[in-house]
Nanobody, 115 residues
Framework: QVQLVESGGGLVQPGGSLRLSCAAS????????MGWYRQAPGKEREVVAT???????NYADSVKGRFTISRDNAKNTVYLQMNVLKPEDTAVYYC?????????WGQGTQVTVSS
């Protein structure tokens, strides 16, 4: 089992920044991929960004140039630095951990971008 604990969500004005963190604990294996997904009201969950244990990253087109994903393998923690936030970034953000045979989700953290 793997437990994922997210933190860092909140309310921010358009153009502002937030940093999300997700700490994984339990049976951590490598290689693995950690990432962030989000789900806005009435919409399907979508990928935001992912990063492998080797450091390879992928981003949704909608966040390229604004969001940066990173990780600290020693701490089993993944981060999402979100800059130039827009109202359309408002959603519940979920941390995700996966290997070839297992996948786990965090409980989600709310990000609201509003003036």
């Amino acid at each position: 089992q793997v437990q994922l604990v997210e933190s860092g969500g909140g309310l921010v004005q358009p153009g502002g920044s937030l940093r999300l963190s997700c700490a994984a604990s339990g049976s951590i294996f490598r290689p693995n991929t950690m990432g962030w997904y989000r789900q806005a009201p009435g919409k399907e969950r979508e990928v935001v960004a992912t990063i492998t244990s080797g450091g390879s990253t992928n981003y949704a087109d909608s966040v390229k140039g604004r969001f940066t994903i990173s990780r600290d393998n020693a701490k089993n923690t993944v981060y999402l630095q979100m800059n130039v936030l827009k109202p359309e970034d408002t959603a519940v953000y979920y941390c995700h951990y996966s290997t070839y045979v297992r996948a786990y989700w965090g409980q989600g953290t709310q990000v609201t971008v509003s003036s």
